[in-house]
């Protein structure tokens, strides 16, 4: 009887051991796997913009600039109507309108950060700050008693701006 468990014993080990190999395995080949497929990954701007200089109908609906410009303009004057919570309500505002330029991208999800992961860092050079504008709103519209300094405001502000002028939805 010892003899059974001492060989049953054996083959667990055996086991256990080819399984942890095999696992490293996969592991290692969906990484390699997973790095190759993102060269795959669609230029989204690019094949926007693309469209857009062959002047395409829907290219040429994509960004209707002077309504952004208008739009912009509002949200900045509203920065300064009341400061300190006239940031907050600006910067609010223009993390939508750049809600609105991804949906005009054609980029679906539920929420901003959704559309936002969708794009390529290495297309985009403000985007990454623009994540960083996204999580200060989230932090002012969701955490209680988060506040901001004025020149943080006007910096957030100019992030937005700078990735609506990059998408060229604002001149």
């Known amino acids: 009887m010892a003899d059974f468990f001492g060989k049953l014993e054996g083959f667990y080990y055996t086991a256990r051991t080819i ?3 095999l ?3 996969f592991l290692v080949g969906f ?3 997973l790095r190759k497929a993102l060269k795959y990954r669609p230029d989204l701007i690019s094949s926007l913009r693309k469209k857009k200089e062959e002047g395409t109908e ?3 609906s994509e960004f209707d600039t002077e309504r952004y410009a208008k739009v912009w303009e509002k949200i900045l ?3 300064h109507s009341a400061p ?3 940031f907050t309500l600006a910067i609010m505002a223009a993390d939508n309108l750049v809600g609105e330029a991804l949906d005009d991208l054609g980029l679906e999800g539920e929420h ?8 390529n860092p290495k297309e985009l050079k403000t985007l990454e700050n623009l994540w960083r504008a996204h999580r200060i709103r ?3 519209v969701h955490t209680a008693g988060f506040e901001i300094k004025e020149s943080e405001a006007k910096e957030i502000l100019n992030i937005f701006e700078s990735f609506l002028k990059e998408l060229g939805v604002l001149k």
């Open 138 to 140: 989230n932090d002012l």
């Open 23 to 25: 696992d490293v395995v």
């Open 77 to 79: 004057e509203k920065a």
């Open 19 to 21: 399984f942890i190999i």
């Open 58 to 60: 829907a290219a040429q």
């Open 31 to 33: 990484f390699i796997v």
């Open 112 to 119: 901003i950060a959704d559309k936002l992961q969708k794009l």
């Open 84 to 86: 300190p919570h006239s």
